[in-house]
């Protein structure tokens, strides 16, 4: 279930764009090399064969952002990754709308992506960023 509470916290009507201010962004494009870099593999993992959810974690451990292809809500998480965005690619989500047209769900999944980070999670969940500043 909690997954799901991810995916509908993660969307708006209309959306919200990143704040490429953030260390959410600069870790995107740090870890991917751009945002587009990121979109484009995370599209990528949404339009594999299959069933299943989209994750963009993070690993604090080695302090890294991956998408990740999850079968089920229970099977293939990695211990320790936090979700940051959750897209869901079971037919449910998609099919009474889109019918078999999975791209054009992720587009629309992509235009209400609500991309509000707490201020407090962003400078927290990025410690290197902060370090990183301070020294110099």
Request: hydrophobic share 45%; proline share 1%; no cysteine.
């Amino acid at each position: 279930m909690r997954l799901h509470e991810y995916y509908f916290g993660n969307i708006i009507k209309g959306g919200k764009a990143i704040d490429k201010n953030t260390n959410f962004y600069t870790k995107i494009v740090d870890d991917f090399e751009s945002y587009e870099n990121w979109e484009k593999d995370f599209r990528a993992v949404g339009s594999m064969r299959g069933i299943g959810w989209v994750v963009l974690y993070y690993d604090g451990k080695a302090d890294q952002l991956f998408n990740a292809w999850i079968n089920e809500h229970d099977v293939g998480h990695l211990s320790g990754a936090i979700p940051m965005l959750v897209m869901d690619v079971f037919e449910h989500a998609f099919m009474i709308d889109y019918g078999l047209k999975r791209a054009d769900y992720i587009e629309a999944f992509f235009k209400a992506i609500d991309w509000t980070i707490d201020p407090d999670t962003d400078k927290w969940i990025f410690k290197w960023m902060r370090m990183k500043k301070e020294a110099g």
